[in-house]
Nanobody
Framework: EVQLQASGGGLVQADGSLRLSCVASGFTFDDYAIAWFRQAPGKEREGVSCIASSDHKTYYRNSAKGRFTISRDDAKNTVYLQMNSLKPGDTAVYYC????????????????WGKGTLVTVSS
């Protein structure tokens, strides 16, 4: 059974930090790019960051550049999202998703999705 389990969300004040984790199982983790998405209340889901499989190339949406860092530990089947300088606008449910090999430029077509973890940033 494929599983992607996101954790690490919580309530944090503006300018604070959180580290999200996504633990995967049920597929060959090394072969998959892993991305973080988020969905704020009343808004569409959007891609935040992605890390490719073999070369670990990383991608970020503009609002995350310089504040968020994505990384992966293939030995632990885990991807992390370190989020610094958080803003109230980062408040959302954060999801991780898996796509074979590369991070799609369209942020669509992901094969597997996990349940989200809620991040709330207070002002």
């Amino acid at each position: 059974e494929v599983q992607l389990q996101a954790s690490g969300g919580g309530l944090v004040q503006a300018d604070g930090s959180l580290r999200l984790s996504c633990v995967a199982s049920g597929f060959t983790f090394d072969d998959y790019a892993i991305a973080w998405f988020r969905q704020a209340p009343g808004k569409e889901r959007e891609g935040v960051s992605c890390i490719a499989s073999s070369d670990h190339k990383t991608y970020y949406r503009n609002s995350a550049k310089g504040r968020f860092t994505i990384s992966r530990d293939d030995a632990k089947n885990t991807v992390y999202l370190q989020m610094n300088s958080l803003k109230p606008g980062d408040t959302a449910v954060y999801y991780c998703a898996a796509e074979r090999w590369l991070c799609p430029s369209s942020w669509s077509g992901f094969d597997y999705w996990g349940k989200g973890t809620l991040v709330t940033v207070s002002s």
